[in-house]
């Protein structure tokens, strides 16, 4: 069972994502992620993070970094 | 420190059982889950990775609830009358105590998450049921079938019935209520047909 505290869950505007463009590579090979998938389905593309180092803004500034809105979703 | 609760959980099947029954997969998200279970989106996310997952293992939890319920107070051990009787009135309590689970179990096997969901709610389960059939056909009570047809007419009339049931009505509209005397008039032809 994944350690819920460790769980971060963003809305985003990340409609598709190719598994070889740069931010797919970047949160796959982050060492602090430990697991990642967003929820092309949902309305709010639903980011959620497994990761017990990484705050909410770091992950924030990833995204917006590659011209994806990011926030947290409460 | 976030903690699960398990009442919450709890709804959260629920309410998503009612919902995909209600609407299908097409018009189920998780932002109506939310709101009819009164979470917020986020709550949802926790729990489950996405929508995909959900249904996965919503799906998995009624089947693995399904196939206890059959398999209670039955041993693969049973003469083949009596344990196909347990059958008959594990299954046929779980239909009427239950409709929305089966309704939804249906949707779910019957959709691209059918084959995964089933099994992983049948471990166990197909082995009971195998080797409740390989004794009953060495023990003569039972004529050696394909299991397709063996299964046809072993359950088939009785999920007939239960169709019936649930729908109210039966052919041309009749009112319909499933009774124990009819389950053992159907179960009595049944076994009829299947020994040697």
Not at chain 2, 63 to 73: C, E, H, M, Q, V
Not at chain 2, 100 to 115: K, T
Request: hydrophobic share 40%; glycine share 6%.
């Amino acid at each position: 069972m994944e350690n819920q505290d460790h769980i971060l869950i963003f809305r985003t505007n990340i409609t598709a994502l190719c598994k070889n463009c740069e931010m797919h590579k970047t949160l796959q090979s982050h060492t602090g992620i430990q697991q990642w998938n967003i929820d092309h389905e949902d309305v709010d593309c639903v980011l959620r993070i497994v990761s017990d180092s990484l705050s909410p803004q770091n992950i924030i500034t990833i995204i917006n970094r590659y011209g994806f809105d990011c926030s947290e979703l409460e | 420190m976030r903690t699960r609760n398990a009442d919450k959980e709890k709804l959260v099947i629920e309410k998503a059982i009612e919902l995909i029954v209600q609407d299908g997969f097409q018009g189920f998200s998780m932002n109506k889950l939310a709101k009819s279970c009164g979470v917020s989106v986020a709550t949802l996310y926790i729990y489950y990775e996405d929508k995909d997952d959900l249904i996965r293992k919503i799906g998995t939890e009624i089947g693995r609830n399904f196939f206890a319920t059959t398999l209670k107070d039955f041993s693969p051990d049973m003469s083949f009358a009596e344990g196909l009787k347990k059958q008959w009135e594990n299954r046929a309590a779980f239909a009427i105590k239950y409709p929305n689970e089966v309704a939804c179990f249906e949707i779910i096997r019957h959709s691209p998450h059918g084959e995964q969901t089933l099994n992983d709610a049948l471990v166990g389960f197909k082995d009971q049921m195998g080797q409740f059939f390989n004794n009953a056909v060495k023990n003569n009570e039972l004529i050696p079938l394909p299991i397709e047809v063996f299964w046809s007419v072993a359950y088939g009339p009785l999920y007939s019935l239960l169709r019936f049931h649930s729908e109210g009505k039966s052919m041309g509209g009749k009112p319909f209520k499933f009774t124990d005397a009819m389950m053992d008039e159907t179960f009595q032809l049944v076994i009829k047909a299947l020994k040697p």
